[in-house]
């Protein structure tokens, strides 16, 4: 399968890249590993007329904490972020970059690639708004910061504007007490999810549960989160009861559609019974970092 | 649509090629080097038989563009073999009938060959792991998984005794 033909530019700077965007508004794509983009290009669903290639630009790939947050660059790449000392202390984010695709895929395929394509079975969506990260958007004029839950507006479809270049993903720096997890159900090794819920559990004083972000990714038109299973779980003493009423919520916001992949009652159920295990493990880990 | 200039080092020796930006990494290999030895099988980047190493990362060559790898060192199953002496990986491949139809084989023994850069001794699971981005459809895992361990065990007995004669090779892997 080829793509349709296109223009190549690959510059050495940002701000030529933003510079190209602007000229180009609307006819050019952003290549980064190129992992959702290519195959979508050989398909010819996509078929830009341009395609701007962030290879040579540096300083887009940082890992770093500040006092606030967890700041990672656009360019990292999965099996960086999965490998990372810091990322280590980070278990949502370690379950996720660990478990994208394949190892070829984890290589090449970056994080802000995979925001900015916004598939809706991706991986690090689900997380994003799990955790209500931010989003680093880059134009001409400056920075845009984009909270993760306006970000993801429908399928292929986010607030980013085509003269705009995601720089950096922002995660809130990791307090005790706050724990994290992923589960996906995949049919095999490298498939898009077919459900996969992130789980993020802050535990407050005397042991309920201060603050959850479960987010949702799959069974809909774009990864969402789930804030009936949000409700449900604040205040409350995590318990495998309080979890079945979480994940029975975060069944009732999904919107499946029957596929290859499954009925929709079945990706409904999935989903109850994910949120549960993540829950299960976010708690766990929540009180392993008291 | 123009065409562009790429130069490139393809197992070792300096290769260039005026392309088009939508030219597949893996049809420069093929069509216009020759190199029919990095296979292209779903041509979706599912099945790993395009693996090929890109600056020292395993890469689906169906899935990056020849401009993508301008300036890059490239490696594939052509460049394993040293003189007529078989890599560890592919002699193992051969010892432990790892292949049956082979036509996985040059991804395979790429991605292992990765692998076992990253990690010289893996567990069972971690080869598994390791090569889940590769697909065998006559199912013969469990040959494969003894042949990487077979070469796994070689690239460490020679990787700790140097003064043998062919280990150059193994320690590039």
Redesign the interface.
Known sequence: MIPAPFDYVRPGELEDALKILSEREGDAKILSGGYSLLPLMKLRLAQPALLVDLRDITGLDAIVETDDDLRIGAKATHRRIHENETIARYPLLHDVSGGIGDPQVRNWGTIGGSVAHADPASDWPAALLAANARIVCRGQNGERIVEARDFFLDTFTTAIEPTEILTEIRFWRRPRGQGGAYTKLERRVGDFATAGVAAIIRLGDGGSIGFAGIGVTGVSDSPFAATDAEAALAGQRPSDDVFRAAGEAAAGMSRPVSDIRGPVDYKRAMVAELTVRSLRKAVERALAYS | ??T?HITLTVNGEARDADV???L?LVHLLRDVFGLTGTHIGC????C?AC?IHVNG????SC???A??A?GAEVRTIEGMVAGTELHPLQQAFWDQHGLQCGFCTPGMIM?AA??LDQNPQPSEAEIR??I???LCRCTGYVNIVKAIQQAAGELQASASAPAAAGEAVAAEA
Not at chain 2, 43 to 46: I, K
């Open positions: 649509m123009t562009q088009e930006p939508r597949l041509d979706t980047s599912n790993g693996t990362q395993s890469a689906k899935t990056m563009l401009v993508q301008d991605q990765w692998l792991a390791g889940s981005g590769n």
